[in-house]
């Protein structure tokens, strides 16, 4: 069964930075295309990165690039998204998918990042 | 990147149809046959409905059908159910990244 359980989430101060870390299970991590895909309270799904197979090329929403970086461990199964310089407009429940040629086949069930004072 | 173009909300009762809207441009919904849609219930995971504008994953009911004309692309919901009540949202492969999503359209099953 195909996992993808999000974690690192929670409540930061603007300018701060935080981590999230998504674990996959259940297929060959390393021959799949991962993104972070992000919801706002009460907003609609934005996409955020994307990052290939093995890691050399990624891909950030103009919101964020520059300030978030995406990354994998492919030898821990592990997707990562380092964000810094956060903002209020960063808030979201943050999603980890899987994409099999353009759509993506698996959610993860979120982690909420809040960013306030 | 725009976000596709979705109405806020449609409704119905059980047992009629219902179809969903998502209007793009050329270098996104009108160029690809890549649109996909997602039913996405608040508070679970985000799950696939329709892939590569008509294909239907294995477990999801020939109820949903997808469709597209031009810029848009439709999501069709027939024979109403409860459970159908959720949000749908759209998303098209855009040339360079697969990541373009709909505003979003609230289903309500009346």
């Known amino acids: 069964e195909v996992q993808l359980v999000e974690s690192g989430g929670g409540l930061v101060q603007p300018g701060g930075s935080l981590r999230l870390s998504c674990a996959a299970s259940?297929?060959?991590?390393?021959?799949?295309?991962v993104h972070w895909v992000r919801q706002a309270p009460g907003k609609g799904l934005v996409w955020v990165s994307r990052?290939?197979?093995?890691?050399?090329?990624?891909s950030y929403a103009d919101s964020v690039k520059g300030r978030f970086t995406i990354s994998r461990d492919n030898t821990k199964n592990t997707l990562y998204l380092q964000m810094n310089s956060l903002r209020a407009e960063d808030t979201a429940v943050y999603y980890c998918?899987?994409?099999?040629?353009?759509?993506?086949?698996?959610w993860g069930q979120g982690t909420l990042v809040t960013v306030s004072s | 990147q725009s976000a596709l173009t979705q109405p806020r909300s449609v409704s119905g009762s059980p047992g009629q149809s219902v179809t969903l809207s998502c209007t793009g441009t050329?270098?996104?919904?009108?160029?690809?046959?890549?649109v996909s849609w997602y039913q996405h219930h608040p508070g679970e995971a985000p799950k696939l409905m329709i892939y590569?504008?008509?294909k239907r994953p294995s477990g999801v009911p020939d109820r949903f059908a997808g469709s597209k004309s031009a810029n848009t692309a439709s999501l069709t919901i027939s024979g109403l159910q409860a459970e159908d009540e959720a949000d749908y949202y759209c998303?098209?492969?855009?040339?360079?990244?697969?990541?373009?999503f709909g505003t979003g359209t609230k289903v309500t099953v009346l």
């Open positions: 050329s270098t996104d919904v009108g160029g690809y046959n890549y």
């Open positions: 590569d504008v008509t």
């Open positions: 998918v899987r994409e099999s040629w353009y759509y993506f086949d698996f």
């Open positions: 990052i290939n197979t093995d890691g050399k090329s990624t």
């Open positions: 998303c098209s492969y855009t040339g360079s990244n697969i990541g373009v």
């Open positions: 259940g297929f060959t991590f390393s021959s799949a295309w």
